[in-house]
């Protein structure tokens, strides 16, 4: 298999990290492999891989309508068969969220190695906190722990399993499950709670929704995270709402910034309160509280 790589140039941080995530998240079919990194002093540059197989791209023309910035031109070129998913994920620098630091492998020897480092090899599952959905999550979690013991937590569409991770850390008599549709994201998850010493804290299940019978039996939660899409996070609210306690912490992601109103009104319909509404990078992270 042979993909075409794209790359382009940014003079601006989060120029660039806003168009690798509308890369992402925004083209369909997205990118089989992404990368953002910092590529001499003020200069970042994004690069994506595409199957040649699945057609011809014209990556500016499907941007421009997307997005609110102007667009640096987009370099092509042609590589042959390669693991670019593991490739770009060892391009990644280390990520600051609040008392955590996220890194690779790659980075073990340049990371001290305290309680709140968690080590991420995403592979082939999402969450690395580069993007900014999981990064918000993580910086709710930092901030939600700090004051509040739960004892009940689900992350639901837990992919890397780096917020469950992050969770564990942050609060080590918690009970944790962590739920993704997708048994390849349930794989690495796996390795990774290993690799974090959290194998014995964290229960992780393939399901969609919350209809696992392991996350039935476990709910209702105190502390909930869902870091998934906007239209499920809709579609799933009446469950999701069943499944948190009087006075628990809902915490949602995946939603883009004009998004977050029908989020919120479908939230605030079914019993909570808006607590907080962070943004970044174009992607908004909402707290609530169930009344």
Same mark, same amino acid.
């Given at each position: 298999?042979?993909?075409?790589?794209?790359?382009?140039?940014?003079?601006?941080?989060?120029?660039?990290?806003?168009?690798?995530?509308?890369?992402?998240?925004?083209?369909?079919?997205?990118?089989?492999?992404?990368?953002?990194?910092?590529?001499?002093?003020?200069?970042?540059?994004?690069?994506?891989?595409?199957?040649?197989?699945?057609?011809?791209?014209?990556?500016?023309?499907?941007?421009?309508?997307?997005?609110?910035?102007?667009?640096?031109?987009?370099?092509?070129?042609?590589?042959?068969?390669?693991?670019?998913?593991?490739?770009?994920?060892?391009?990644?620098?280390?990520?600051?969220?609040?008392?955590?630091?996220?890194?690779?492998?790659?980075?073990?020897?340049?990371?001290?190695?305290?309680?709140?480092?968690?080590?991420?090899?995403?592979?082939?599952?999402?969450?690395?906190?580069?993007?900014?959905?999981?990064?918000?999550?993580?910086?709710?979690?930092?901030?939600?722990?700090?004051?509040?013991?739960?004892?009940?937590?689900?992350?639901?569409?837990?992919?890397?399993?780096?917020?469950? %991770? +992050?969770? &564990?850390?942050?609060?080590?008599? !918690?009970?944790?499950?962590?739920?993704?549709?997708? @048994? =390849?994201?349930?794989? #690495?998850?796996?390795?990774?709670?290993?690799?974090?010493?959290?194998?014995?804290?964290?229960?992780?299940?393939?399901?969609?929704?919350?209809?696992?019978?392991?996350?039935?039996?476990?709910?209702?939660?105190?502390?909930?995270?869902?870091?998934?899409?906007?239209?499920?996070?809709?579609?799933?609210?009446?469950? %999701? +709402?069943? &499944?948190?306690?009087?006075?628990? !912490?809902?915490?949602?992601?995946?939603?883009?910034? @004009? =998004?977050?109103?029908? #989020?919120?009104?479908?939230?605030?319909?079914?019993?909570?309160?808006?607590?907080?509404?962070?943004?970044?990078?174009?992607?908004?992270?909402?707290?609530?509280?169930?009344?």
């Amino acid at each position: 298999m042979a993909f075409r790589k794209f790359a382009a140039v940014f003079n601006d941080r989060s120029l660039a990290y806003a168009t690798g995530n509308a890369v992402q998240d925004l083209l369909e079919p997205p990118p089989d492999a992404l990368t953002v990194f910092e590529d001499g002093p003020d200069c970042w540059r994004v690069e994506a891989y595409f199957d040649i197989d699945a057609g011809e791209r014209d990556l500016a023309a499907e941007l421009t309508p997307l997005v609110a910035w102007p667009l640096p031109a987009f370099e092509t070129e042609t590589v042959p068969e390669l693991n670019w998913v593991a490739i770009s994920q060892a391009a990644l620098p280390p990520v600051p969220a609040g008392r955590f630091t996220i890194h690779g492998s790659h980075d073990s020897g340049r990371v001290a190695h305290g309680p709140n480092a968690i080590l991420i090899d995403a592979g082939e599952a999402f969450g690395t906190a580069h993007h900014a959905t999981t990064l918000g999550c993580l910086l709710a979690i930092d901030r939600l722990t700090r004051g509040r013991a739960f004892k009940n937590m689900l992350d639901l569409g837990c992919g890397s399993g780096v917020l469950a %991770i +992050a969770a &564990a850390k942050a609060m080590p008599h !918690t009970r944790i499950i962590a739920a993704d549709m997708d @048994p =390849q994201s349930v794989k #690495v998850a796996t390795d990774n709670v290993r690799l974090n010493g959290a194998g014995g804290r964290i229960a992780l299940v393939v399901g969609s929704g919350l209809a696992h019978p392991r996350v039935r039996e476990r709910a209702p939660f105190d502390f909930l995270v869902a870091n998934i899409l906007a239209g499920p996070l809709i579609y799933l609210s009446p469950s %999701i +709402a069943r &499944a948190v306690v009087p006075g628990g !912490t809902l915490v949602l992601s995946g939603i883009l910034i @004009p =998004q977050a109103p029908e #989020v919120i009104a479908t939230y605030l319909a079914h019993g909570f309160s808006l607590v907080r509404h962070d943004r970044i990078t174009g992607w908004s992270t909402l707290t609530f509280r169930r009344r």
